[in-house]
């Protein structure tokens, strides 16, 4: 169990820059979510997907956002055209089995910052 | 619409004392609810997860109690340390068609003073 994986861990770009990020979830967790975190608040939930199907996306999630997990794997999550709200702490997480009673294990987070 | 609070926003306490971090939800219909840790630049650490059936979940010097009537639920900390320095966030799973997200409390910011 090599814990959740997220890279880059910082991200510094210029206003209407792409950027996108990637996690590599807990080996065998076949479910992975991706949130957003401000300072002095807690996380919110962006969208998960179980194996390769994305099931849910919050309406935070605009459209220049987007997310896949194309072989159930890792995930990447790009934004396209940055605006300075968009800089925040990216955290992914996974988690076992199709249930909701299994707890999420988080990775250290990519940490966006706009200019 | 669940809501979580987490009052107060920080707390600071000397080491050795006993502590307890607070967590209030407004649906009590939910799933589960788990503690985490979060320390600086960091992602989060599980810490406990109580599910809805359950009273009550131990790990070492900490405990957490879930009372889903009164949508409440508290971190007890054993004998502080400075270590146990950190935020420390609840979030409860809500049943809701289709969803499996997790909803957070801003958390409560703990310094323990040596």
């Known amino acids: 169990d090599t814990g959740v994986s997220q890279n880059p861990r910082h991200k510094i770009t210029k206003r209407g820059q792409n950027v996108t990020f990637r996690c590599d979830p807990i080996?065998?967790?076949?479910?992975l979510y991706w949130y957003r975190q401000t300072l002095g608040q807690g996380p919110e939930f962006l969208t998960y997907f179980q194996n390769e199907a994305q099931l849910e996306k919050s309406r935070l999630l605009s459209d220049r956002f987007s997310a896949e997990r194309p072989k159930g794997s890792f995930s990447t999550l790009e934004i396209q055209r940055t605006e300075q709200g968009d800089s925040a702490m990216y955290l992914c997480?996974?988690?076992?089995?199709?249930?909701?009673?299994?707890?999420?294990?988080f990775g250290d987070g990519t940490r966006l910052s706009i200019l | 619409k669940q809501e979580v609070t987490q009052i107060p926003a920080a707390l600071s306490v000397p080491e050795g004392e006993n502590l307890v971090l607070n967590c209030s939800f407004t649906?009590?219909?939910?799933?589960?609810l788990q503690w985490f840790r979060q320390d600086p630049g960091k992602g989060l650490t599980s810490l406990l997860l109580i599910q809805s059936s359950q009273r009550e979940q131990t790990s070492g010097r900490l405990n957490a109690s879930l009372d889903k009537s009164s949508g409440r639920s508290t971190l007890y900390i054993a004998a502080s340390q400075p270590g146990d320095s950190a935020t420390y966030l609840c979030a409860v799973r809500h049943p809701r068609r289709g969803a499996s997200k997790i909803i957070f409390g801003s958390g409560t910011r703990l310094s323990i003073r040596p």
């Open positions: 649906d009590s219909a939910i799933y589960n």
């Open positions: 997480a996974s988690s076992l089995g199709s249930g909701d009673n299994q707890p999420q294990h």
């Open positions: 080996s065998e967790h076949n479910r």
